[in-house]
């Protein structure tokens, strides 16, 4: 059967030019970076090649970039390595009710560990208002972190403007950038971060690797106690072939991010368009150009996320509802609640995410097939049928 894959914020699949890239890392390429001889240096000029790469993706210095296993990785040490280092300034963290879970449980870890996180709100967009960040900002407040992009709804926060509040009352400031990295615009010094998220699996790299930019001069506390490696912030043999991809990945995207924009609001739009025109009772969940390129969420009522994703898939199309991290349990989003998304178009809530491989096509089958999708399920449903009674 042929599928279509529409989750690229779920993960992407690797570009063969990246896997070309890599395949000598694990073969004759093999050395470990931190070794003197032949093998060794090899190794660790890949890695160097990869974290210019990298770091030119965002106007940053390549010493600047610390490798790490993921973007669930980068966001735990952003949070507890600045958390861990400047407790003395005080034990105030802000950040907001929308972000990834690998923030959010970090968070609820360190109040654990006697921290107080503040999280705050969003508007039914999902936009972050950056007076709500000033106004929670605290003489013991040591970190602000707020997602670049989110990654269910694809709203693009208020980074510079969060950013400059945060600058102008010496507060270092996170963001996890894990959906936007390669995708979007990045200019670390123009948005004012310190801290900033990457995963690779998310731009057509390979998974288990990504990164953290930490501003030159950031006080944040080592993420692996071990070996001298990245700057003896993670000490642990590197990943070379995983970097190596990495930064091939980061280098494609850097190349095409304009064009692969233009082509993807075009169908972003015309398929959140013709959605809404074809099915009754649904909506856009998120904003209408604030929003990440290959992004689409609507929650068509009357009908359970789950139950449309399972006869997507056996029409071949592969979707989400809310993120693939929660999808296992029956609860609504935490992104789509906390944007006061009422529970019955919350549960009904899917997530289409498009990426490089997708064209015009899937989007003609996609509306081909949805519309009589929810139909069917709907019919089993006596809410919608009172409700098409009373019109
Ligand atoms: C996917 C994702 C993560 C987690 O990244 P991994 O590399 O899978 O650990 C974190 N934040 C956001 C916004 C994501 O989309």
Request: proline share 4%.
């Amino acid at each position: 059967m042929k599928r279509i894959y529409l989750d690229h914020a779920a993960t992407t699949p690797m570009r063969p030019e990246v896997i070309e890239e890599m395949l000598p890392y694990f073969r004759e390429k093999f050395g470990n970076a931190s070794t003197l001889y032949f093998y060794g240096r090899q190794a660790k000029e890949a890695l160097n090649l990869a974290r210019e790469r990298v770091a030119s993706v965002i106007n940053a210095e390549a010493s600047e970039i610390v490798f790490t296993s993921g973007g669930t990785e980068s966001d735990n040490f952003a949070i507890a390595g600045v958390a861990w280092a400047n407790q003395k300034k005080g034990r105030h963290i802000i950040t907001t009710s929308i972000e990834h879970h690998a923030v959010l449980n970090i968070c609820k870890f360190l109040e654990k560990r006697g921290f107080e996180v503040t999280y705050l709100t969003v508007d039914g967009y999902g936009l972050v208002n950056p007076q709500d960040v000033k106004r929670a900002i605290r003489k013991d407040t040591l970190l602000i972190s707020v997602m670049h992009a989110n990654n269910e709804v694809g709203t693009i926060e208020p980074i510079e403007e969060i950013g400059e509040i945060a600058k102008e009352k010496g507060v270092y400031f996170h963001t996890d950038a894990v959906q936007t990295f390669g995708h979007i615009p990045i200019d670390v010094n123009k948005l004012n971060v310190d801290l900033l998220s990457v995963s690779a699996h998310k731009l057509y790299g390979p998974k288990g690797v990504g990164c953290l930019y930490i501003r030159k001069g950031t006080r944040i506390a080592p993420f692996l106690y071990g070996g001298d490696q990245e700057d003896k912030r993670r000490g642990s043999t590197e990943n070379v072939a995983g970097i190596v991809g990495f930064g091939k990945a980061a280098e494609l995207a850097k190349e095409e991010m304009e064009e692969e924009i233009k082509r993807l609001i075009p169908l972003r739009d015309r398929l959140i368009k013709q959605i809404l025109e074809k099915i009754k009772y649904s909506r856009l969940n998120g904003h209408s150009t604030k929003r990440l390129p290959g992004n689409v969420n609507i929650s068509i009522e009357f009908v359970e996320g789950e139950s449309m994703l399972i006869q997507l898939d056996m029409k071949g199309i592969c979707a989400s509802s809310g993120s693939a991290c929660t999808s296992s349990i029956l609860e609504p989003s935490h992104v789509l609640t906390a944007m006061g998304v009422p529970a019955e178009a919350a549960y009904g809530s899917l997530r289409f995410s498009l990426g490089r491989d997708n064209s015009s096509e899937d989007i003609d089958y996609v509306l081909e097939v949805l519309p009589g999708i929810a139909e069917n399920l709907r019919a089993m449903s006596p809410l919608y049928q009172e409700r098409k009674n009373k019109e």
